[in-house]
């Protein structure tokens, strides 16, 4: 049986025990905020940057790992014994993420890599790093983990909405002006990530009814559901109550979002990840 090493980036949002104790290598993201360059950290460490974003009106810029921090981390696995890797990362059309995972199998010409673009972002990333996991110990083949997990990603869903516009505003995806007329409206944006890519699904009167919408596009069939926030544990913990009325056989989990994901959408940002 083959040794599989699984490996993944820092918008999975995976806990630090847990990534130690299933010993998955995760690879951060970066920011540059004002002067201040860092990693993308682990869930529990977030508090100061998203108090900064709320204190400034500064915008971070963040960018993918580099090939050479894939590479490193890729040769590393090989040196501990790991027979194989399976890298499982960030949609490929939100992050040249994927790219520089690409990048680093060429160069070690390592056939025992297997990089797969989840096309997902934050719990589902998460969910799809379990499943892995799991397979992995029940002495699942890369081959049959790759295909299971192509499988599970078609039929993952992810919505979002934000306390304000103006985050939007500030990562240029809107205007100011409609920003400035948005929030004056007390308009709240539905945001779906589908085919990998966010797309503005419509825009509702009341971040209220922008979660009712939310909760109304999950099937009775969910299976998992992963409540996502940028600083905001008291609304998720609200909406987990929702959840657990309405789709009583799903199991649910409240899950942070970091700088790179979560500076979009701003402190109290929120949504669903589900499958």
Same mark, same amino acid.
């Given at each position: 049986?083959?040794? =599989?090493? =699984?490996?993944?980036?820092?918008?999975?949002?995976?806990?630090? /025990?847990?990534?130690?104790?299933?010993? =998955?290598?995760?690879?951060?993201?970066?920011?540059?905020?004002? @002067?201040?360059?860092?990693?993308?950290?682990?869930?529990? /460490?977030?508090?100061?940057?998203?108090?900064?974003?709320?204190?400034?009106?500064?915008?971070?810029?963040?960018?993918?790992?580099?090939?050479? +921090?894939?590479?490193?981390?890729?040769?590393?696995?090989?040196? +501990?014994?790991?027979?194989?890797?399976?890298?499982?990362?960030?949609?490929? *059309?939100?992050?040249?993420?994927? $790219?520089?995972?690409?990048?680093?199998?060429?160069?070690? /010409?390592?056939?025992?890599?297997?990089?797969?673009?989840?096309?997902?972002?934050?719990?589902?990333?998460?969910?799809? &790093?379990?499943?892995?996991? /799991?397979?992995?110990?029940?002495?699942?083949?890369? +081959?049959?983990?790759?295909?299971?997990?192509? !499988?599970?990603?078609? $039929?993952?869903?992810?919505?979002?909405?934000?306390?304000?516009?103006?985050?939007?505003?500030?990562?240029?995806?809107?205007?100011?002006?409609?920003?400035?007329?948005?929030?004056?409206? $007390?308009?709240?944006?539905?945001?779906?990530?589908?085919?990998?890519?966010?797309?503005?699904?419509?825009?509702?009167?009341?971040?209220? *009814?922008?979660? !009712?919408?939310? &909760?109304?596009?999950?099937?009775?069939?969910?299976?998992?559901?992963?409540?996502?926030?940028?600083?905001?544990? @008291?609304?998720?913990? *609200?909406?987990?109550?929702?959840? @657990?009325?309405?789709?009583?056989?799903? *199991?649910?989990? =409240?899950?942070?979002?970091?700088?790179?994901?979560?500076?979009?959408?701003?402190?109290?940002?929120?949504?669903?990840?589900?499958?």
């Amino acid at each position: 049986m083959s040794k =599989i090493k =699984i490996i993944t980036d820092s918008t999975g949002y995976i806990t630090k /025990e847990y990534a130690e104790k299933e010993n =998955i290598t995760v690879v951060p993201l970066n920011y540059v905020f004002g @002067e201040e360059t860092g990693k993308e950290p682990f869930p529990g /460490e977030f508090d100061d940057f998203f108090n900064k974003l709320k204190a400034t009106k500064l915008f971070p810029t963040t960018s993918q790992p580099s090939a050479g +921090e894939f590479f490193d981390a890729f040769n590393k696995a090989f040196e +501990e014994g790991y027979d194989e890797i399976i890298a499982i990362l960030l949609s490929s *059309k939100l992050s040249g993420t994927y $790219n520089s995972a690409v990048l680093a199998k060429n160069m070690l /010409e390592n056939k025992r890599i297997t990089i797969i673009d989840s096309q997902n972002a934050a719990a589902n990333l998460k969910f799809l &790093v379990e499943d892995a996991v /799991e397979m992995g110990k029940e002495g699942k083949t890369s +081959e049959e983990i790759e295909k299971h997990l192509n !499988s599970k990603k078609m $039929n993952m869903y992810v919505y979002l909405t934000t306390d304000t516009l103006e985050y939007l505003s500030r990562g240029g995806r809107l205007s100011a002006v409609q920003a400035t007329v948005g929030n004056i409206l $007390n308009i709240k944006p539905l945001i779906e990530l589908k085919d990998g890519e966010l797309k503005l699904l419509e825009k509702l009167r009341g971040k209220n *009814k922008a979660i !009712s919408a939310i &909760v109304d596009k999950v099937p009775t069939t969910v299976d998992r559901i992963g409540i996502c926030h940028a600083l905001d544990e @008291e609304y998720a913990e *609200k909406l987990k109550c929702i959840l @657990e009325e309405k789709f009583p056989q799903a *199991k649910l989990s =409240i899950d942070e979002l970091g700088p790179v994901i979560g500076a979009h959408l701003g402190p109290k940002g929120i949504g669903i990840c589900f499958y």
